[in-house]
Each structure stands twice: as structure tokens, then as C-alpha cells.
């Protein structure tokens, strides 16, 4: 679990973010004071973000003619993502995610520096452009998790939807108006202040972070060892039906519609016959498109459930991406990316909250991880592959195969929907009270044998065992291994559920890991119970049969750890 941030106002320049946010709404959490200085800050850094993508991406348009370059900018942008997200994801879940953010945005700045000084001396080539995006995109993999993580910790849940599409919203709020900006900048001044102003977008989310304190929830576990972090982040997605349908329809929505802006270069330059402003005006459109979508998506919620959204959106990015292959008028393919911009924040904001409303606070930071890691394989994949159509056949003709693709996407809703879980409740209890021990357990001892006795009547077995096909998922999610439900052949009234966990901290976070779900789920069983109470619960730790190879190394009054 993440280190506590117990500072508050009291102490100098630092922000109280103690109060919730008093009333939902899409504004609701920009009353939070923590929030609302790092989303501006975003902001900035979003602007100045923007600028460099478009000079990297018409940079590398000019000093080389293949395509495939061209796409692979963000192809290198994306991928570190895919890398290394999946540590990023248990260092967040284990570690102090402000100093997460911290470090991230420390390595982005120190990129920027480098990149810009490389411009100026005219040390450029279509690797070092590469390098850096792919440099770049390392502090990225670490800083979004971490954000998206912390969002949870400072806003209230019910204003967590909103928190997530205001970040959307802010970032293309500057989207709309930062490659037109950045095309201008590129065209009088060039490249080298397009840079600058890059690197100084960097300082202030930095000086933000650097000031803001944010309360997170605490255990009085040790954090876990990384492996183990990882490995448990990977069985909770792989048993959440929810957040796997998540990542798989993300990667594909990501696979198909990442054309829109991989060949925009290419379309402008090839097709329209226009240069830098024209491709930063274009990029507007989408920005404003987007900007727009995210302003509306609210009212759009309340009427359209997320399984309908997401068609939507993969609906709008498939018409922009046929208009782009067959207009050769810039005023058409600006309305066209108005489309694609505004389907592309519907559907991101949209699967992103699906993975955080499906996330206890535990897990988040690695649920999310996982789903940049798979958006954003299928972001540069997609990339590689739109950028090898098009040197292979034509421009047009990948951007059709785009728009088939995206009209895959929302057919595929049809056999795996995206399911709503605003209204579940994945909060955990803040404190567990041990079992009592006949023997003095180490945090490593283990492994640890759970068995749970329950006595079910002849008419409510299969009530009985459609709760435990339930309660498998729940414990394996939790981090309950060997799952096994048995019955006893000489009393058949007697069922017997058991697992195990590797050491004794492990069976303290699992149960420090049991939702408001799990909770009545188990009160569910409780109530099949014919005994008298609760079921009985046993608790045993395995023990070794081997014979020591020297005296006194394992005495039977020690636990085994």
C-alpha cells in the first residue's frame, strides 16, 4: 500500500485537500484546491506538450521521406507505456505516489533539456527524434498511472467520473488551440523555440506536485516485494471480467483509430499539399472536437449506458478516418477531425473510468497500469502497422482499412459489452483485527492454509454454489491461492472451502483487500449456513516433512517461514 501523506495546511505552502468537494457535478471537483492546482498545471504542461508533438512529428516529416518514420514518432511515444507500466504500476500501489509523479516529471523535464539542446547545436536525425520520444514517453508511463492513481485519493467517488473526463477535457481544451499555436510557432520562429517552450511547459506541474499533499489510505503492512505486487495486480485483472473487457476493447480502439493522428502529417503533406500551419490548424479541429465531447459528455452519460458511448465513439473515429481518406479540401478534413477528436476523448474517458470504478484502492494504481500498458501496445502497434499500409499500398487506402477496423471495434461491443460499475462499491475496511494466534507468527512465516466449514441444506445447494463460483473470483482477486470447495462424503450437509496464502502478511492483506462486495457476498454464505454462528474458519500453516540436514534447524515450537 502507498507511504502516508499526513502533512496538512498547518505546515507552510502546503494545500488542505481534507475538505470533499461539496456538491456533484462536471465542475464539482475543481473545488478541490490539490486537484484544481495540478489539473491547471496540467494544463501547461499539456500546451506545452502539444507544441513539441507537432514540431517532433513535422520535424520528422522534413528530414525524411518514409512513412513509416513518420508514424513510428508515436509509435516511440507509446510504447515505453507497454514496458513499463506493469512497474509502474506496483511502485505506485506500494510506494508514495506524490514522489512517484515527482520522479516521472523530473525525468520529463531533464528529456525536454536535452532535446532542445540537441536541436540548437543541429544534432538532429530521425533516431535521435525517436530516442527522445521514447525517453520521453518512459516519464510518462510512470507520471500517468500515478495521477490517475492519486485522482481517487483527493477527489470524493462520487465525483471521480467527472475528475477523470475534467482531466480529458483540460488536456484537449489546450489541444484546441496548442498545434495551431504550435504550427505558427513552427513556421515563424522554428523548431528550437517550439522546443524551449516545451521544456519550460515542464517546470510548472513539477514546482505543483513539489507543493501539494494529498491524504491517501494507509496499512500497517510493509510494502510488497515487486514480484509479488506484480504478480497480484495480474490475478486481480485476469479474475475482473469487468476491467479485462476494458483493456482488450482499449487496445483495439487504440489499434484502429491511432491512424488519425499517426498519418495526419501525411495527409497533409502528401494529400492537401499544405504545410505546418495547416497541420496545426487540423490538430485544433480535433482538439476542438474533443474539447467539445468532453463538455458534453456528462448529459451524454445520463442518457447512453458505456457500452453505447464506446460504439459512438468508435463510430465517429471510423468517419473521420474515411472522410481523411477522400477529401482533398483542408476546410472538410478540419470538420472530419472535429469528429475523430471528439470520438477519441468519449472513448478514452469512457474505458478509463470503467477500469477505476472496477479498481479498490489497493489494486488501482496496477489496474490502470495494465490498461496503459495494453492501450498503449495497441497505440504503437497500430501506428507501425498504418505507417507500413500506407509505404506498402497508399495513404487512402490505410485510412479506410482505419475506418474498417473501428467499425470492428463497436460491432465487437455486441459480444463483449462494457459493463457499468458506478454504482458498486469497492471501498475496503480501513482496519482488520488479527484471529488469535497459538503460535508467535513471523511476517514471512507460511505458507498459510485457510479452510471454511459451512453446513448447507439439501434445497439451497445450488444457491449455495452459484455464491461460490462468486466468492472464487472475489478470492482469487484478493490474493487467495489453490482455491478448492469440497464436500464431505460421510456428512454430505458439510462443505469445506479452502485456500492458502504464500506468508502471514499475505493473509493480512487479504483480508485488508475484502470490498463492500466481498463483505456481503460472505454475509450471503452466512446466511446458507445451518450452523450455529458463523461458519468455522481454520487457520494452519504448512509445515516441512523432510528431515532437517543438520540439528536444530527446524524445531516443531517454530513457524515455518
Given at each position: 500500500?502507498?507511504?502516508?501523506?499526513?502533512?496538512?495546511?498547518?505546515?507552510?505552502?502546503?494545500?488542505?485537500?481534507?475538505?470533499?468537494?461539496?456538491?456533484?457535478?462536471?465542475?464539482?471537483?475543481?473545488?478541490?484546491?490539490?486537484?484544481?492546482?495540478?489539473?491547471?498545471?496540467?494544463?501547461?504542461?499539456?500546451?506545452?506538450?502539444?507544441?513539441?508533438?507537432?514540431?517532433?512529428?513535422?520535424?520528422?516529416?522534413?528530414?525524411?521521406?518514409?512513412?513509416?518514420?513518420?508514424?513510428?514518432?508515436?509509435?516511440?511515444?507509446?510504447?515505453?507505456?507497454?514496458?513499463?507500466?506493469?512497474?509502474?504500476?506496483?511502485?505506485?500501489?506500494?510506494?508514495?505516489?506524490?514522489?512517484?509523479?515527482?520522479?516521472?516529471?523530473?525525468?520529463?523535464?531533464?528529456?525536454?533539456?536535452?532535446?532542445?539542446?540537441?536541436?540548437?547545436?543541429?544534432?538532429?536525425?530521425?533516431?535521435?527524434?525517436?530516442?527522445?520520444?521514447?525517453?520521453?514517453?518512459?516519464?510518462?508511463?510512470?507520471?500517468?498511472?500515478?495521477?490517475?492513481?492519486?485522482?481517487?485519493?483527493?477527489?470524493?467517488?462520487?465525483?471521480?467520473?467527472?475528475?477523470?473526463?475534467?482531466?480529458?477535457?483540460?488536456?484537449?481544451?489546450?489541444?484546441?488551440?496548442?498545434?495551431?499555436?504550435?504550427?505558427?510557432?513552427?513556421?515563424?520562429?522554428?523548431?528550437?523555440?517550439?522546443?524551449?517552450?516545451?521544456?519550460?511547459?515542464?517546470?510548472?506541474?513539477?514546482?505543483?506536485?513539489?507543493r501539494s499533499r494529498w491524504k491517501v489510505p494507509t496499512s500497517r503492512l510493509p510494502p510488497e516485494?515487486?514480484?509479488?505486487?506484480?504478480?497480484?495486480?495480474?490475478?486481480?485483472?485476469?479474475?475482473?471480467?469487468?476491467?479485462?473487457?476494458?483493456?482488450?476493447?482499449?487496445?483495439?480502439?487504440?489499434?484502429?483509430?491511432?491512424?488519425?493522428?499517426?498519418?495526419?502529417?501525411?495527409?497533409?503533406?502528401?494529400?492537401?499539399?499544405?504545410?505546418?500551419?495547416?497541420?496545426?490548424?487540423?490538430?485544433?479541429?480535433?482538439?476542438?472536437?474533443?474539447?467539445?465531447?468532453?463538455?458534453?459528455?456528462?448529459?451524454?452519460?445520463?442518457?447512453?449506458?458505456?457500452?453505447?458511448?464506446?460504439?459512438?465513439?468508435?463510430?465517429?473515429?471510423?468517419?473521420?478516418?474515411?472522410?481523411?481518406?477522400?477529401?482533398?479540401?483542408?476546410?472538410?478534413?478540419?470538420?472530419?477531425?472535429?469528429?475523430?477528436?471528439?470520438?477519441?476523448?468519449?472513448?478514452?474517458?469512457?474505458?478509463?473510468?470503467?477500469?477505476?470504478?472496477?479498481?479498490?484502492?489497493?489494486?488501482?494504481?496496477?489496474?490502470?497500469?495494465?490498461?496503459?500498458?495494453?492501450?498503449?501496445?495497441?497505440?504503437?502497434?497500430?501506428?507501425?502497422?498504418?505507417?507500413?499500409?500506407?509505404?506498402?499500398?497508399?495513404?487512402?487506402?490505410?485510412?479506410?482499412?482505419?475506418?474498417?477496423?473501428?467499425?470492428?471495434?463497436?460491432?465487437?461491443?455486441?459480444?463483449?459489452?462494457?459493463?457499468?460499475?458506478?454504482?458498486?462499491?469497492?471501498?475496503?475496511?480501513?482496519?482488520?483485527?488479527?484471529?488469535?494466534?497459538?503460535?508467535?507468527?513471523?511476517?514471512?512465516?507460511?505458507?498459510?492454509?485457510?479452510?471454511?466449514?459451512?453446513?448447507?441444506?439439501?434445497?439451497?445447494?445450488?444457491?449455495?454454489?452459484?455464491?461460490?463460483?462468486?466468492?472464487?473470483?472475489?478470492?482469487?482477486?484478493?490474493?487467495?491461492?489453490?482455491?478448492?470447495?469440497?464436500?464431505?462424503?460421510?456428512?454430505?450437509?458439510?462443505?469445506?472451502?479452502?485456500?492458502?496464502?504464500?506468508?502471514?502478511?499475505?493473509?493480512?492483506?487479504?483480508?485488508?483487500?475484502?470490498?463492500?462486495?466481498?463483505?456481503?457476498?460472505?454475509?450471503?454464505?452466512?446466511?446458507?449456513?445451518?450452523?450455529?454462528?458463523?461458519?468455522?474458519?481454520?487457520?494452519?500453516?504448512?509445515?516441512?516433512?523432510?528431515?532437517?540436514?543438520?540439528?536444530?534447524?527446524?524445531?516443531?515450537?517454530?513457524?515455518?517461514?
Open positions: 500500500m502507498p507511504a502516508a501523506e499526513e502533512q496538512t495546511s498547518e505546515m507552510s505552502g502546503v494545500m488542505d485537500v481534507r475538505k470533499p468537494a461539496a456538491s456533484t457535478g462536471p465542475f464539482a471537483p475543481l473545488r478541490n484546491v490539490t486537484f484544481r492546482a495540478i489539473w491547471l498545471a496540467g494544463l501547461i504542461s499539456g500546451l506545452g506538450w502539444l507544441i513539441q508533438t507537432i514540431a517532433m512529428s513535422w520535424l520528422m516529416a522534413t528530414i525524411t521521406p518514409s512513412s513509416v518514420m513518420v508514424a513510428l514518432v508515436q509509435a516511440a511515444t507509446n510504447l515505453p507505456a507497454f514496458i513499463l507500466s506493469i512497474f509502474a504500476g506496483a511502485i505506485v500501489d506500494n510506494f508514495n505516489r506524490r514522489k512517484v509523479m515527482l520522479a516521472a516529471r523530473s525525468l520529463m523535464t531533464l528529456t525536454a533539456v536535452a532535446l532542445t539542446i540537441l536541436v540548437a547545436l543541429g544534432m538532429i536525425n530521425p533516431w535521435v527524434i525517436l530516442f527522445f520520444s521514447f525517453l520521453a514517453g518512459c516519464g510518462i508511463a510512470f507520471n500517468d498511472p500515478a495521477w490517475q492513481a492519486s485522482v481517487g485519493d483527493i477527489v470524493d467517488r462520487k465525483d471521480l467520473a467527472a475528475a477523470v473526463t475534467l482531466t480529458s477535457v483540460g488536456f484537449n481544451t489546450v489541444r484546441s488551440v496548442g498545434p495551431a499555436l504550435g504550427g505558427i510557432i513552427l513556421a515563424t520562429f522554428g523548431p528550437l523555440t517550439a522546443f524551449c517552450l516545451y521544456t519550460l511547459g515542464h517546470l510548472a506541474p513539477l514546482a505543483v506536485v513539489w516485494a515487486m514480484l509479488t505486487a506484480i504478480s497480484d495486480g495480474i490475478r486481480f485483472t485476469s479474475l475482473s471480467s469487468e476491467i479485462k473487457t476494458a483493456l482488450g476493447r482499449g487496445f483495439l480502439f487504440g489499434f484502429a483509430g491511432i491512424a488519425i493522428l499517426a498519418l495526419l502529417p501525411l495527409v497533409v503533406r502528401d494529400q492537401l499539399k499544405q504545410g505546418a500551419i495547416a497541420y496545426g490548424t487540423l490538430m485544433a479541429g480535433f482538439g476542438a472536437g474533443a474539447l467539445l465531447a468532453g463538455l458534453a459528455s456528462t448529459t451524454l452519460r445520463r442518457k447512453l449506458s458505456d457500452e453505447q458511448m464506446l460504439k459512438l465513439a468508435c463510430t465517429a473515429c471510423a468517419t473521420c478516418t474515411l472522410c481523411l481518406s477522400l477529401t482533398q479540401m483542408p476546410a472538410v478534413a478540419a470538420i472530419a477531425l472535429m469528429l475523430g477528436g471528439a470520438g477519441w476523448v468519449l472513448g478514452w474517458s469512457g474505458l478509463s473510468i470503467s477500469v477505476q470504478w472496477a479498481s479498490p484502492r489497493w489494486v488501482v494504481g496496477r489496474t490502470i497500469s495494465l490498461y496503459y500498458a495494453l492501450t498503449s501496445l495497441g497505440l504503437a502497434a497500430g501506428s507501425w502497422l498504418w505507417g507500413m499500409v500506407t509505404e506498402s499500398y497508399s495513404l487512402s487506402f490505410a485510412l479506410q482499412a482505419s475506418t474498417a477496423a473501428s467499425l470492428g471495434v463497436a460491432l465487437l461491443g455486441f459480444l463483449l459489452p462494457i459493463h457499468q460499475r458506478k454504482d458498486s462499491d469497492v471501498s475496503t475496511p480501513e482496519s482488520f483485527e488479527a484471529p488469535a494466534l497459538g503460535l508467535d507468527l513471523k511476517p514471512r512465516s507460511g505458507p498459510i492454509a485457510v479452510k471454511i466449514e459451512y453446513r448447507i441444506a439439501p434445497d439451497q445447494v445450488e444457491a449455495f454454489l452459484a455464491l461460490m463460483l462468486q466468492r472464487r473470483r472475489a478470492q482469487g482477486r484478493n490474493g487467495a491461492r489453490r482455491w478448492i470447495l469440497t464436500r464431505n462424503l460421510h456428512d454430505i450437509a458439510v462443505w469445506t472451502e479452502s485456500f492458502r496464502t504464500p506468508t502471514w502478511h499475505d493473509y493480512l492483506r487479504f483480508n485488508y483487500r475484502r470490498t463492500a462486495a466481498d463483505r456481503v457476498l460472505n454475509d450471503s454464505l452466512a446466511n446458507l449456513h445451518m450452523g450455529d454462528g458463523a461458519p468455522e474458519v481454520t487457520l494452519s500453516i504448512e509445515r516441512p516433512t523432510a528431515v532437517p540436514r543438520k540439528p536444530g534447524i527446524f524445531r516443531s515450537d517454530t513457524p515455518h517461514g
